[in-house]
Every structure is written in structure tokens, then in C-alpha cells.
């Protein structure tokens, strides 16, 4: 089991340099958390390794994080385990914080029209309030 702890929003990973990160990832309330909450131990540590790549990896490959056109700067982190499929929307702020939003289980070709839509408001909502 990977080593993880929620505090004061952020994810905090044991072992980790944050000099050598080019990224710093979180999540805003609790809709990351929710999602994240409900997953198989499996599937938590695959997001984990997942977020870690990106806050380390100077180049990210577009296997776990894509650009979703159309979106006013919404990103998906993708994640893969076996044949399930999982997406976690984000957003950047100020280029090197990128912010959680939602996730859920990837079950056909195509995003869900319902899950962008929640990801977007959920971008709007945070950028009110910071």
C-alpha cells in the first residue's frame, strides 16, 4: 500500500523532494476526495504513482495528462488499470499548481458530456473563491 495522507487539502507523499518537483499537485474541496475515497487499494496506489509523474516529470507524457479541446483549460490526468479506465479532470493555476477536480470510471470511447460539464464548474467555483 502506497503511503498517503490528506492535510490541509494538499496530498502529502512520504519520501518525496519538493525541490525537485516542477509541479505541485491538489485537490479543491472535496470532489477529488470523493471520488478517490471509493476506489479498490489498487486503483488508488495507480492514481498516486500517476500524480507523481506528473509533479516530477519535466515533460508529461500525454498518456497521463491531456489537454481536453474546447474546454477553457481543462486537462485530464488518464489512468489505466488492466482494461478499467479512469480520468481525474484538473486545471492549472499559475502554471506550476495544478488543481483536482473530479474523476470517475471511463466506460465508453467518449468523455461523458455530464463529467466535463461538473469539471468545469467545479473550475468556475474555484476561481471565485480563490
Known amino acids: 500500500m ?8 494538499f ?7 519538493n525541490d525537485s ?4 499537485v491538489f485537490f479543491f474541496k472535496d470532489y477529488f476526495e470523493i471520488f478517490f ?4 487499494e489498487k486503483v488508488k496506489a495507480k492514481i498516486i504513482w500517476t500524480i507523481r509523474v506528473i509533479e516530477y516529470a519535466e515533460k508529461i ?16 490526468i488518464r489512468i489505466q488499470l488492466g482494461s478499467n479506465i479512469f480520468r481525474i479532470f484538473c486545471f492549472f493555476d499559475e502554471g506550476r499548481l495544478i488543481v483536482l ?8 470511447q467518449k468523455t461523458p458530456r455530464k ?13 471565485n473563491e480563490k
Open 61 to 76: 507524457p500525454s498518456t497521463y495528462l491531456k489537454y481536453i479541446d474546447n474546454t477553457d483549460g481543462l486537462y485530464e
Open 21 to 24: 518537483k516542477f509541479r505541485f
Open 101 to 108: 477536480a473530479n474523476g470517475f470510471q471511463k466506460k465508453t
Open 115 to 127: 463529467e466535463i460539464k461538473k469539471a468545469l464548474k467545479i473550475k468556475k467555483e474555484y476561481e
Open 11 to 17: 496530498y502529502i507523499f512520504a519520501k518525496m523532494n
Open 37 to 40: 475515497n471509493k476506489q479498490e
Open 2 to 9: 502506497t503511503n498517503v495522507s490528506l492535510k490541509n487539502n
